[in-house]
């Protein structure tokens, strides 16, 4: 009985001790946010509709650190990163296949050029 009650008590403890820290997952939300925009997700549509979902998670996380629900904003982080990284890989995907055709219409016109 005694063992069980004092289970029961740390468990409490632990629960009621337990604040999780939002700064370094909104540090990473906050990095991956700008990395989508350095690879230029604002400049092609599916990405830059992600980066801004990005933009709403993040800004509702840091709404909710004010307020001081740690547990929903890190759960609003998680998700800004996830929408940011997906940004980034649009991005990053739409500027390789806009340089993809770049290079074919400069060999189209060099093979022009040389007659082939």
């Known amino acids: ?6 289970v029961i008590a740390l468990g409490a403890a632990a629960v009621g001790c337990s604040t999780v820290d939002p ?3 909104l540090k990473a939300a906050t990095s991956a946010v700008e990395a989508a925009r350095a690879a230029g997700a604002a400049n092609f549509p599916t990405s830059s509709e992600l980066l801004s979902q990005a933009e709403k998670y993040l800004a509702s996380a840091q709404d909710l650190i004010k307020k001081g629900d740690n547990s929903a904003a890190i759960r609003q982080l998680s998700l800004a990163s996830a929408s940011a990284d997906d940004a980034k890989i649009k991005a990053t995907e739409q500027t390789h296949i806009a340089k993809s055709k770049e290079i074919d219409a400069q ?6 050029k040389l007659g082939k």
């Open 1 to 6: 009985m005694r063992r069980m009650f004092a």
């Open 107 to 112: 060999i189209a016109d060099l093979k022009t």
């Open 23 to 25: 700064s370094p997952k």
